[in-house]
């Protein structure tokens, strides 16, 4: 999967919870430790770890904020404004992942691939299939 520019999809206020992580690396952690404490201090919302290395289906490093629907035509035009250039990842929780991270991604700015591998229901029978189990 290959995504250009043509594919940032905006987010939009259709699911009920949603995730955001701000994502950033070693020249920019600094700057998204910034944004996520400007979060906690503007927003009463549950701000994860601040991951400095590559955690889930995340390429970069990455710091979750979990917001709700309620929150999203607040928060989201605020984020859009103070996430100082970094790129920041939307997705909706519906508890389908795979789908929650291709159908409901969105994104500020621009997107990157993400390793969506670990979502695919084969998976787990390749894994079975090494190890010869299956
Ligand atoms: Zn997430």
Redesign the pocket.
Known sequence: MTNTITDIKRPVNVHKTY?A?VYFDSDTKEIARGVCDKIAQQFDLKIGRFHERLV?P?PRWSC?VTFRAKHFDEFIPWLDANREGLTI?I?G?TGDYLK??TDYAYWLEQSVELNLEMFQPNRIRRFAQNLNII
Do not use: A, K, V
């Open positions: 995730h992580h889930g995340h979750q990842f997705h929780l929650d991270h």
